[in-house]
């Protein structure tokens, strides 16, 4: 039994030290990185037990995915393979006017070929909530098939299933996203979409408000959340709008924010809050994941409740 | 002889790098720290002669301490003991909306067992100016009668004494604090104190000014000094109030801002410049410290003096 | 439902680094030690579901102790505390002739006020067995009581009671670790030994195997392992002595070497295997944990049987 | 046969890491540095081939500045010497009201005693455009000499010359400077000067473009480029004036921005491009240096028109 | 022009620090890795003008490559690539008896799709020696193709050609290797192999200098050089057997000293050079490379010679 | 009032990590370094009052080197000079067949200008021993004058004077140094050095004892060290020879062995230690201090007496 379970891939991430530039650096650091892993953190994080499913290569490297995400506090449940490699992506920070750079280093990785027989689906059936995001079909047509199968059974056994649209244009085109994702949507009951996906990718105009209803009500969704960067989020739930307004961060890292943000989210409704309560969590742990290196939120509930609360002092001692 | 002697704990400040989180750090950077030997360490960059007196643990951590110290100007008059542990802290660096985090692993050091017949007093009354904090008599009923018994030394003696009310909630109550630092206050001339705890702790209200002609007015200091953070400082001297802006700064480490305004303070004054000047010597110092790494103000006497001269160029060569 | 569950305290080791002087560092690694936690991870790199029971203080440090066990391959089951503080320790590595040096600062951490009423003891009875180190009982009073409770409650449901003699003088005299500990080799059914400490603390001279049955006939033990550094170890079970020779290794840390051994060897005999088997998977095992830095064993099964197998070739590739 | 050949001194820089104190650092980050080198690294990553001429002492010094400009895409002509030291220069990071601190330390290097007799004219005479700053004849009565003779040499084989005035206080007086750089003017076709240096030492008041037309007018130069700092810079070009703003930027180290300009702005002249395109390029690379550590602008001429083309990403995946 | 000529794949190898292991390191330093590269070093060290041609991706890892190539005093001709990764390798560096273990990472680079079509032949005809190993036919059919297109190349227009079997068992099974290799070996003047891959992948068994001249007299080849590792190295040439001791060393890395070897007998020989000569270049080379970190030889010639010439000094100063 | 006074020049001594090529870094430690100044921080170590006199540049680098010896025990006495650069020297550690490599940078430095007319020379009239070693006289010629004066004045006031040969090929030819150190000689009162320099600079052949025995009649001196690397030291007092074997070692850092010998050596004499027991805690001094990186030895006096005590355990605690 676990609250939250997510299917995915974690890469490693290597970045150079600081706003060091990717092709003179001689030492990478390395983090654990994936949609549906930063996810599984931050739910558990916020106090939901959270599992990570997936395909790993038997190798040090696969060890040191499962090391990481134990580490931040999530169950594992992995398939380990003989074939197939280690996702990697590098990272580059820098400050304007220079963004952050990535390469994504991802081809091939073991989770590509992931089937849904080799998976325990025990364990899927176990979920309370099933979670996945759109990289995940993305990452070749076994996964996208795995994808759907994981989302039914999901479904079937009564869990919420959530999906996080999550558009990288580097593996697909928005017609092969929107043609796999809306495949998926019946098996969706919380819809998550970045404003920007929701209009170049699924074809919704307008305000986001509007956007969320209208994915609603053609879908069929309990819950659409749509995210707008430092404008804040707003979900549409049971034919009612919540806003929420982004924190001001002075950010470290901004990779990964809207999964912390998700993981969040996803936990306190879990735990029962309502959802303009959720929405804030997720808001107020997007914030901190900001200010931390790395894509995934080492954050305490406490933590996160200061932000909410007051005004952190400048020293807390 | 010394400028200037002062009395308290130094610990061991372990901080991750730049701002990681501590949970997830395998490295921790090593600085020492201390409210009174940050202050001999300010005053003995503005060209004071300063003195660090204490009870250490006779281990390499004590001795960790003393090479910081020596290494920052300061000289050391250490009672080396068999007992008691070396204090130690943890701060973690966090930006917006992340503050810095503290945890204090002080009790049972060595030196709260301190007591003024194992003291060399002799330093003491070779002293010019006598500095401790309230920090020093919230650590032990024991330090809370030495300091009592070194304030009355250094009084006897002729020495100018100091102390900085320097309020730690996890320390003590306002209550506890207020009780025994008013009965230090007979044997103290120079008072400083931030405008919250004049009135959290010791219960004065109203405006810096007001706050500081009350406190000279009814225990009769020489000399009152107010901070109040980004909004600068004050001093009553002898019925006069003068007053000091905050240089505006990018922090890089907040910690031991205060403890810099207090040395460079003294040092100046010590050297004969009048409150205004010392007041300016302060800010500038403080403005300093909060670009530097760790608790003590690496800074030169030349370099305090630019910022108060003129504005920095942004590359000097 | 868990293979081994160990009881006890795990400290943060900091580390200067390489051979670095520890009063002259400015920088220290961090990483988890202890006796029960170190058993418990080589016990979960040998293949056996690993639990580490403890209290821990609610704050970072604490939870920088449970991010590295799981990472480590173990579960843990933790009581958190507001009071008491994390047990550290700092550790300096030299070559000769300087040795390697310890200095202890473990007093008052959370767990020396560990009581058996707080402890989820039902997690106790579901353990196939049950290992704690003479280390634990020397922690406090109420920890020697705690550590006699939870041997008869694992004894009492079945399980494979397992104690590591494992003196350290620095903590109580031969005679106070002698009384506590024979008070408790009645509810003991493996006991492991250091040669050194069997003649010292519990005063049994004599070669080793001697010592082994000695120990054996004296208290009822299933099983008497001896340990002898350089020279091997042995073990007596069942009436019959079986004889290890070590692995010659070129040591980067030797902390932990003893940990590893034990470790390695209650897995595998969990698993089923002879003595003779385990003994050798144990003296494997420790000869990996000298070539990496840390109190840890940070191996796998298949490195461990390249040693028991083979020469390993100077590159695998 | 080479676009752009530099002629001068790089020096080794050393600084501390982040914004630490140098007096108080155990380590020193180690980078290239100097004007000429980082014009051609500049020029080079921006498309030019591009040559750094100079001589340097026969050790791992020597061979460490080679090894890193020809690892930043330059080529490398050298007289090897076995007199003379490798010159350094320590850089010390600080943020307001700390400024960016400067020590140098090249007296006596191999190249102040550096004659046009021993150095391979024929590259000179291969060389498109010739470029040298006024640091150069600063460095050595020696070395004034030989920049006059390259200067004729690549003049008279039809190279681009040009000249950074390029003003360092610590090396000369501006009386000193203007006599030796306007005995140099005659063979320059191409001038860059700060606005403040054309002030100063050059003596010619005004706004930008009248001083720049003066200059032109006065000594004949084909091109006059006048920096300005955060005001952006221009150039005089055959009569009408190009006005270039500076692009925002969050510093991370500026040094070396002025240069990164200079090679850019010659290297897409060279390619063809007109003043005013060979400008915006120049202020891009500069903004672009202004976020990577170090004195040389890592950068790829993608990088760069992706910021003259539109708003960069926070992240770009 | 160039004197060495070498084609093949150059990785980025990934290392932890020190003798961490990989799983557990959250830093990996990174060095440029590849047998034909590693040779080009080597050679230009000693001498030798020496160009590496490839294909390589077109991204800051693909600069990468070439930056450190360059930096070690190699010329690079390269192929950019928008298909294709850059291959990675993770080397793990372990004391006895824990071995080095090494992770290649290096399937679909961009190189394995290399066609004679699209290299530069002109720099083929050019040189005075080609050189490649047996690890880049293994590669990808293409690459086989190529190979042996560029040895015939080479050939055709008089230059030397070199190849070293350097059989890697996770590319190809020895009877693969053998025929493809053997198909090559017509084209091939100078053969490289280790005596343990002349019996395992080419079939000859015998002392090293029975195999040297049976494959010589077998294939016609001008010179063949048989390693041995520590029990050094011989070569067959015009029906002589010149013999080579391996100098002692106290081994840092391992990694490349075979390239080391080739390298330098390369450049020596093409210096003009006798055999034998050549021969103690190459061990010399080769045991200074196992001093220095990463996989290739930083040295210079004076420090070959100084190992060759005489005992070195404990401190040369 | 100071045990021992030394007198020459501190540098700052510049080291890639580990073995790292100093060519290939791009990280360098800082630690201070001189034969004057570690004879200083080993005497204070070993329990003298220890101060180092000297000249320094007023800048952050000069800064450093007071900063590195007060926190290693020395007191310094200084002369602030805007004239005259900080001494450096870069040194690269190697394993075998590659030794540490050393290039000085050291010329004009600060100290080379030092006269007896601005020196302290009260400072030196109350030291109990004064020490410089051949390396001070060898920096300029006005250094030779101001050794000759301070041995004199050292001596008239009644200071046992020690000078240590230190021959630096570097520096001076063996002749040079033989006339400007024997002209020393009828100032010197304690005679160490190497048997290498007896013999190749002073022109003493024979056994140590023999040359010890033949220097102290010639010159009259109270007593003669001969130090013999590995083999140990020996030395002449009043007649007698005492001899004393190296202790075995694990070299970290094998630079300032013998100056370590000789601090060491002059603090136990100075209390009141027979020759004999002196030259024990000489050669444990310099074992340790091969164990330290650095130039320094960062040792307490238990230490060192733990040294000559017995074996040191493999792990204290």
Do not use: C, H
């Amino acid at each position: 039994m676990t609250d939250v379970l997510t299917f995915g891939e974690t890469m490693l991430r290597l970045s150079p030290p600081g706003t060091n530039r990717l092709e003179a650096t001689d030492e990478l650091a390395v983090y654990p990185a994936g949609a549906e892993s930063n996810v599984a953190v931050a739910a558990s994080q916020l106090g939901a037990e959270a599992t990570w499913l997936s395909k790993l290569p038997d190798t040090a490297l696969g060890r040191k995915v499962v090391r990481e995400l134990r580490g931040n506090g999530v169950e594992t449940e992995i398939v380990w393979s003989d074939a197939g490699r280690q996702g990697l992506y590098f990272v580059e920070r820098g400050t304007a006017p220079r963004g952050t750079r990535v390469i994504y280093d991802r081809e091939d990785s073991a989770v590509t070929t992931a089937t849904a027989a080799e998976l325990p689906l025990d364990r899927v059936r176990e979920a309370r909530t099933f979670y996945t995001s759109g990289i995940t079909p993305a990452l070749s047509d076994a996964l996208a098939g795995t994808t759907a199968e994981l989302l039914d059974v999901a479904g079937e056994s009564g869990a919420t299933t959530a999906l996080d649209v999550n558009y990288r244009s580097k593996l697909w085109s928005p017609e092969e996203a929107r043609e796999t994702l809306t495949g998926l949507f019946p098996s969706v009951d919380v819809l998550v979409t970045a404003i920007r996906d929701a209009e170049n990718v699924l074809g919704y105009d307008g305000d986001a408000d509007e956007v969320a209803a209208a994915l609603a009500e053609e879908w069929g969704f309990e819950t659409v959340v749509v995210t707008r960067g430092e404008d804040g989020a707003l979900a549409w739930n049971d034919g009612t709008i919540y806003e929420q307004e982004a924190f001001e961060t002075e950010t470290v890292d901004p990779v990964g924010t809207g999964d912390a943000f998700v993981g969040a989210f996803l936990a306190r409704r879990l735990a029962g809050d309502a959802v303009t309560d959720a929405l804030a969590y997720g808001a107020a742990t997007a914030a901190l994941k900001r200010t931390i290196p790395g894509d995934v939120a080492v954050v305490t509930r406490e933590e996160v409740e200061e932000v909410l609360g007051e005004e952190t002092a400048e020293i807390a001692r």
